[in-house]
């Protein structure tokens, strides 16, 4: 049904309504949820006429907030980009924020990364957003990857598309990957973007990622000159570090990146590791040798800065229950604590068991998941997909959190498929790389057969280098 477009900090282009779907589709008569969709129409005056969907990532991220990323990166060029708000994400009805994980989020930057008591009140935030949600009538079984892989199905019926192209990001891409599974008609083509391949995906798997993207940021700088140079033996520096800031954390009062009154942060081990793992906003790949010699030589605030950027979130926009719900039900079952201890310690032996305890970016997520007490879902859920309709797999070298090696695992299974590898960038590829932006055009023209030159003439940007404290 038609409905305003939700008022944002850049106007979304185009026009916009609501989708309302079951909340529990084994439910007869049961509760319905609503959507927020947008149709962005295509730059061209002559546009194909199978449009593109996007898929955000998270779970829990807005969809409609990428939408001036994808614009600008040209997913709009030729045909009609279709964009919609997941089920409990921002611009949805209900909106399973949970501003009480917000706050937390905010108050963490001053505290051990990883001690039990930060835990502890992570559980507490997490706890009170549940029980907050579920007074509210909300089912949270119901917010998982195979009932939001139902609502794309619905949207593109209530839409009356013969086919569409699919492109999706992050968790966006385990959605896709679900969605091909389940819903296979009408979908012409379908892009993903640093990967998570839902046969595989697991609290202990992202220990994998974060060790092959450390490792290609590493072997990048030891390829540049000037890098090597500066910066020798980035492994052994990063792990003399893990385990100093781990034994003696650092309390550091700094501005955050954004400006503003200083913030009191805490460095360990832990809090080291997960700003290396974040998305690169507050710590760009090119700048971690320097952050990482700067702080071997008693100068943490290139850190320190990094982390007073998680405080101030933006309360409210990011829906961590979409995220607990698909995590708890998704993928933390199957595993355990020692489990992911375990992973952490074959991809980075050395390292303090209290840093390697935590997976990365989900830090006591078991403990969370103990109060969410959500399903296990994985036998649904951990499935590959197998299909014949074209593919393009794309995935950054310097993604920490989906490596880029995922990309031609999924592949496998997917027999039509191009999967290329983007040298020096990080996770959400398409809107950092000219050249993914191109080959994703050539892909939408023709999905058998792109254009996938520009690749290989790409290298990493040249690392940042700092005077070096011991030769002034």
Request: contains cysteine; hydrophobic residues 40%.
């Given at each position: 049904?038609?409905?305003?477009?939700?008022?944002?900090?850049?106007?979304?282009?185009?026009r916009?309504?609501?989708?309302?779907?079951?909340?529990?589709?084994?439910r007869?008569?049961?509760?319905?949820?609503?959507?927020?969709?947008?149709v962005?129409?295509?730059?061209?005056?002559?546009?194909?006429?199978?449009?593109?969907v996007?898929?955000?990532?998270g779970?829990?991220?807005?969809?409609?907030?990428?939408?001036p990323?994808?614009?600008?990166?040209?997913?709009n060029?030729d045909?009609?980009?279709?964009?919609?708000?997941?089920?409990?994400?921002?611009?949805?009805?209900?909106?399973?924020?949970?501003p009480?994980?917000?706050?937390?989020?905010a108050?963490?930057?001053?505290?051990?990364?990883?001690?039990?008591?930060t835990?502890?009140?992570?559980?507490?935030?997490?706890?009170?957003?549940r029980?907050?949600?579920?007074?509210?009538?909300?089912?949270?079984r119901?917010?998982n990857?195979?009932?939001?892989?139902?609502?794309?199905?619905?949207?593109?019926?209530?839409?009356?598309?013969?086919?569409?192209?699919?492109?999706?990001?992050?968790?966006?891409?385990?959605?896709?990957?679900?969605?091909?599974?389940?819903?296979?008609r009408?979908?012409?083509?379908?892009?993903?973007d640093?990967?998570?391949?839902?046969?595989?995906?697991?609290?202990?798997?992202?220990?994998?990622?974060?060790?092959?993207g450390?490792?290609?940021?590493?072997?990048?700088?030891?390829?540049?000159?000037?890098?090597?140079?500066?910066?020798?033996?980035?492994?052994?520096?990063?792990?003399?570090?893990?385990?100093?800031?781990?034994?003696?954390?650092?309390?550091?009062?700094?501005?955050p990146p954004?400006?503003?009154?200083?913030?009191?942060?805490?460095?360990?081990?832990?809090?080291?590791?997960?700003?290396?793992?974040?998305d690169g906003?507050?710590?760009?790949?090119?700048?971690v040798?320097?952050?990482?010699?700067?702080?071997?030589?008693?100068?943490?605030?290139?850190?320190?800065?990094?982390?007073?950027?998680?405080?101030?979130?933006?309360?409210?926009?990011?829906?961590?229950g979409?995220?607990?719900?698909?995590?708890?039900?998704?993928?933390?079952?199957?595993?355990?604590?020692?489990?992911?201890?375990?992973?952490?310690?074959?991809a980075?032996?050395?390292?303090?068991?209290?840093?390697?305890?935590?997976?990365p970016?989900?830090?006591?997520?078991?403990?969370?998941?103990?109060?969410?007490?959500?399903?296990?879902?994985?036998a649904?859920?951990?499935?590959?997909?197998y299909?014949?309709?074209?593919?393009?797999?794309?995935?950054?070298?310097?993604?920490?959190?989906?490596?880029?090696g995922?990309?031609?695992?999924?592949?496998?299974?997917?027999?039509?498929?191009?999967a290329?590898?983007?040298?020096?960038?990080?996770?959400?590829?398409?809107?950092?790389?000219?050249?993914?932006?191109?080959?994703?055009?050539?892909?939408?023209?023709?999905?058998?057969a792109?254009?996938?030159?520009?690749?290989?003439?790409?290298?990493?940007?040249?690392?940042t280098?700092?005077?070096?404290?011991?030769?002034?």
């Amino acid at each position: 049904m038609p409905a305003p477009c939700p008022d944002t900090p850049e106007p979304v282009p185009g026009r916009c309504g609501l989708l309302e779907v079951p909340e529990n589709r084994a439910r007869r008569h049961g509760r319905t949820i609503r959507l927020t969709v947008a149709v962005i129409p295509a730059a061209s005056a002559s546009p194909a006429g199978d449009p593109v969907v996007f898929m955000e990532g998270g779970p829990g991220g807005d969809a409609i907030s990428a939408i001036p990323f994808l614009i600008d990166s040209g997913v709009n060029q030729d045909r009609d980009l279709i964009v919609m708000s997941q089920r409990g994400g921002l611009h949805s009805q209900p909106n399973l924020a949970c501003p009480e994980v917000d706050r937390f989020n905010a108050a963490s930057v001053g505290l051990r990364y990883d001690a039990p008591s930060t835990g502890r009140r992570l559980v507490r935030a997490a706890k009170a957003c549940r029980d907050r949600l579920t007074a509210a009538g909300i089912d949270l079984r119901s917010y998982n990857t195979t009932e939001n892989a139902a609502d794309f199905a619905d949207l593109r019926t209530a839409l009356g598309l013969r086919r569409w192209n699919v492109y999706g990001y992050s968790y966006g891409t385990e959605l896709a990957l679900t969605y091909l599974r389940r819903h296979p008609r009408g979908i012409r083509s379908v892009a993903i973007d640093s990967v998570v391949p839902p046969q595989i995906v697991s609290l202990p798997w992202t220990w994998d990622s974060a060790r092959e993207g450390v490792g290609e940021i590493f072997a990048a700088c030891e390829a540049q000159p000037r890098c090597a140079n500066r910066y020798p033996d980035l492994p052994r520096t990063l792990t003399r570090q893990v385990r100093r800031l781990e034994a003696h954390p650092l309390s550091v009062t700094v501005p955050p990146p954004g400006g503003g009154e200083p913030v009191k942060v805490v460095l360990d081990g832990g809090a080291l590791v997960n700003l290396l793992v974040a998305d690169g906003s507050a710590l760009p790949a090119v700048d971690v040798p320097a952050a990482l010699d700067e702080l071997a030589h008693g100068n943490p605030e290139r850190l320190a800065r990094a982390r007073a950027a998680g405080a101030h979130p933006a309360v409210g926009e990011f829906a961590h229950g979409l995220t607990n719900s698909v995590a708890c039900a998704e993928w933390a079952p199957g595993f355990t604590e020692a489990d992911v201890l375990k992973a952490g310690r074959r991809a980075f032996p050395g390292w303090p068991d209290t840093v390697l305890a935590q997976p990365p970016q989900l830090p006591f997520q078991y403990d969370v998941c103990r109060v969410w007490n959500v399903p296990d879902r994985t036998a649904l859920q951990r499935v590959a997909t197998y299909s014949n309709v074209p593919t393009l797999i794309v995935s950054g070298t310097f993604d920490l959190k989906t490596g880029a090696g995922w990309g031609p695992y999924t592949g496998r299974t997917l027999p039509r498929s191009t999967a290329v590898r983007i040298p020096g960038i990080g996770h959400f590829v398409v809107p950092q790389s000219p050249c993914a932006q191109s080959v994703l055009a050539s892909f939408l023209t023709r999905p058998t057969a792109p254009d996938t030159g520009c690749v290989a003439g790409l290298e990493p940007k040249p690392f940042t280098i700092t005077p070096d404290p011991e030769s002034s």
